[in-house]
């Protein structure tokens, strides 16, 4: 069913719209078979994404608990599911190696707030401006910054040193080259296939949680010797811990408000689109402020846990849909299933193998690479092949937010480029030496009227009279109407007169706050009233 989204309505959460259009018996059912499907995907990657972030697999499951809780609870997405996301890994692994986990808890709290307010201020409409460019280069960025940082494992090396940029990170490695372990690359490479193999032939079938399984029981049965989770991390908890306030002390926020300020970005960003991909599956409309304020509760929530960030994850959003649930309900129930998970599994987590985790993020890697995508940017024009690539080169090699918003603002100039070639200016001499016609059509802002100044200036040499026809102009700035006002001076000094045709009201005014009013200028309704001047 498809909703449209009222502005009144925009704060009000998805579950309260489900349920008001009447939930029966049916529907729970439909969505406790849809929440399992996702709890058992969600498992295995929840706990990869937190060893990917340097962070123990236990707060990975924390997350899917009461974020993915929240985020179904209070959002604004009725198929989103919320969780820890490979989006996260650089930022979250870098906060907790510079600042350390009470570090990484108090930007999470802080970047709960700001996510609150960006709802309040409904700023999540502006999400969808994001170029594609921009949202394709960051997301191949990351890509390779999360299959690098599973190198290590995926060989079974043993670094002295482990630095987290990418290309000093590359060194080490190749360094430690002497200990590559041939079991463990075995195990990654066993992993890959066969979650590769499954997704082809079967599937329907939960291939992350099947093969975790049989590779863990393989290595087990077989005695091979590779690192396991339990010899990293040691035993996990049967239960969530006991809240717990971060530490809010002037030095703590300070040092966390850059890394907040990055998951607030990033944490809008990959949300709001995980719930825009939602909408193009289902037909549905979601709630951009509202959600926003469902994963700020969420992260804040999450903070007081010691889970890592929540936000919503595509992959399992789009299976939640796919396993046909009714609302943010089966989001709810997946987020109980992992935690009776955490209760009943959590002896048995510690038996998986380092390797298995490493060989399934690489297979996340690869699907969030975009390369056909990446490929097709490239070949679509310089503009965006530049736009893509100095995004997804300063998200690997230097900072992702650096590169969002480098590449944001590299995509407006190429815009604003775009724009100011788009208008026309076309003239009409006629048989009058005196007289000057010029139809000006498009957009008439500081970037157009940089580029077609020169060209009004040299029309406006000798006439007495320059008219503008401006009928056809669809947008006019106030640094478009400066320079209008700066040729009629200069026509006005030469003796002569700039007569405008056709403005519409709103550009009138606009034109009349720059001083062209109608003792600078004369204003007639069209070019058929000319000659009455």
Same mark, same amino acid.
């Given at each position: ?13 998805? &579950?309260?719209?489900? !349920? =008001? ?12 078979? $849809? ?6 995907? *969600? ?9 990917? @972030? ?16 929240? +985020? ?14 490979? $989006? ?10 510079? +600042?350390?986990? @009470?570090?990484?808890?108090?930007? %999470?709290? &802080? ?18 401006? /994001?170029?594609?460019?921009? %949202? ?36 080490? !490695? ?22 590769? *193999? ?62 907040? /300020?990055?998951?607030?970005? !990033? ?40 889970? +890592? ?5 595509? $992959? ?13 309900? @089966? ?20 038996? #998986? ?29 310089? @503009? ?9 080169? &300063? ?8 590169? +969002?918003?480098?590449?944001?603002? &590299? ?23 005196? =007289?000057? #016609? ?9 970037? *157009? ?6 060209? !009004? ?77």
């Amino acid at each position: 069913m498809s909703e449209p989204s009222a502005p009144q309505g925009d704060f009000l959460p998805k &579950l309260l719209t489900v !349920l =008001r259009e009447g939930y029966g018996l049916a529907d729970l059912r439909a969505d406790a078979m $849809a929440g399992l499907t996702v709890a058992i995907v *969600a498992l295995p990657l929840s706990m990869a994404i937190a060893i990917a @972030s340097g962070l123990g697999p236990e707060r990975g499951l924390f997350t899917s608990i009461v974020g993915g809780f929240l +985020i179904s609870a209070l959002g604004g997405s009725r198929y989103q599911i919320g969780g820890p996301a490979g $989006a996260f890994i650089v930022g979250v692994s870098t906060c907790v190696a510079q +600042i350390g986990v @009470s570090g990484l808890m108090v930007a %999470t709290l &802080l970047s709960g707030v700001l996510l609150i307010a960006a709802g309040a201020l409904r700023l999540g409409h502006y999400v969808r401006f /994001l170029p594609y460019p921009v %949202t394709v280069g960051f997301s191949a960025g990351i890509a390779v910054i999360i299959f690098v940082s599973q190198i290590k494992d995926v060989l079974g090396l043993s670094p002295s040193a482990e630095p987290a940029e990418v290309v000093p990170k590359l060194q080490a !490695l190749w360094q430690a080259r002497d200990s590559l372990s041939p079991v463990a690359l075995g195990v990654a490479l066993g992993t890959i296939v066969l979650l590769q *193999a499954i997704k082809r032939w079967r599937p329907q079938w939960p291939n992350l949680l099947i093969v975790t399984c049989a590779m863990t029981i393989a290595v087990w049965a077989l005695g091979v010797p590779v690192h396991l989770v339990g010899d990293r991390f040691g035993s996990l908890p049967h239960f969530l811990p006991m809240p717990q306030m971060p530490d809010l002390s002037p030095g703590s926020l300070w040092q966390a408000l850059p890394f907040a /300020l990055q998951f607030t970005l !990033l944490g809008a960003i990959t949300g709001l689109l995980s719930a825009q991909v939602a909408d193009g599956i289902s037909g549905n409309r979601h709630r951009p402020s509202i959600e926003l304020f469902a994963e700020g509760a969420a992260n804040i929530a999450v903070s007081f846990i010691g889970g +890592i960030y929540a936000t919503g994850a595509v $992959a399992r959003t789009v299976t939640n849909h796919a396993a046909g649930s009714r609302g943010p309900v @089966s989001g709810m129930l997946h987020a109980v299933y992992v935690l009776g998970f955490l209760v009943i599994l959590a002896p048995l987590i510690a038996f #998986v193998p380092m390797a298995v985790f490493a060989g399934i993020l690489c297979v996340v890697a690869w699907n969030m690479a975009a390369r056909a995508q990446f490929v097709m940017l490239l070949r679509a024009s310089r @503009s965006d092949g530049l736009i893509l690539l100095t995004t997804f080169g &300063l998200v690997v090699f230097r900072d992702l937010t650096e590169g +969002i918003i480098m590449g944001f603002a &590299l995509a407006g100039v190429v815009f604003l480029h775009r724009m100011s070639k788009a208008v026309a200016v076309e003239t009409d001499l006629g048989t009058d030496p005196d =007289r000057v #016609v010029v139809h000006l059509t498009g957009p008439w802002f500081f970037g *157009a009227a940089a580029q077609t100044g020169a060209l !009004l200036d040299q029309l406006a040499e000798r006439p007495k009279h320059f008219v503008l026809d401006m009928k056809d102009l669809d947008y006019l700035d106030s640094s478009g109407a400066r320079a209008l006002e700066l040729l009629a001076k200069r026509i006005s000094r030469q003796g002569g007169r700039m007569v405008l045709s056709g403005v519409k009201p709103d550009q009138r005014i606009v034109l009349e706050t720059a001083g062209l009013t109608a003792a600078k200028v004369d204003f007639i309704p069209d070019l058929a009233t000319l000659d009455r001047v």
